[in-house]
Nanobody, 123 residues
Framework: QVQLVESGGGLVQAGGSLRLSCAASGRIFSINAMGWYRQAPGKQRELVAAITSGGSTNYTDSVKGRFTISRDNAKNAVYLQMNSLKPEDTAVYYC?????????????????WGQGTQVTVSS
């Protein structure tokens, strides 16, 4: 069983900063790409930022220059540093990871999701 546990959401004023963290635990063999998605009320879930196992990153245009994704492979963790936050960044943020997990006789690879953490930016 693999779990992703997120932390770091909250309420912040426009222009402020937050740092989201997500740690994976369980019978993990390896982790491929990790990322952060968000879903605002009435909108579809969208990819915010992603990072490969080698450290290559990509961002949605609206957060470039403001958000930074990073990972600590030793801790099976991914982070999202969010600066210069805007009210339109308000959403539930979800951690995602593509993980190969299981016992040596029954190993499989699939996407896992965290439970979501609320980020609210007030104007």
């Amino acid at each position: 069983q693999v779990q992703l546990v997120e932390s770091g959401g909250g309420l912040v004023q426009a222009g402020g900063s937050l740092r989201l963290s997500c740690a994976a635990s369980g019978r993990i063999f390896s982790i491929n790409a990790m990322g952060w998605y968000r879903q605002a009320p009435g909108k579809q879930r969208e990819l915010v930022a992603a990072i490969t196992s080698g450290g290559s990153t990509n961002y949605t245009d609206s957060v470039k220059g403001r958000f930074t994704i990073s990972r600590d492979n030793a801790k099976n963790a991914v982070y999202l540093q969010m600066n210069s936050l805007k009210p339109e960044d308000t959403a539930v943020y979800y951690c995602n990871a593509n993980i190969r997990a299981g016992s040596i006789l029954a190993r499989s690879t699939r996407d896992y999701w965290g439970q979501g953490t609320q980020v609210t930016v007030s104007s």
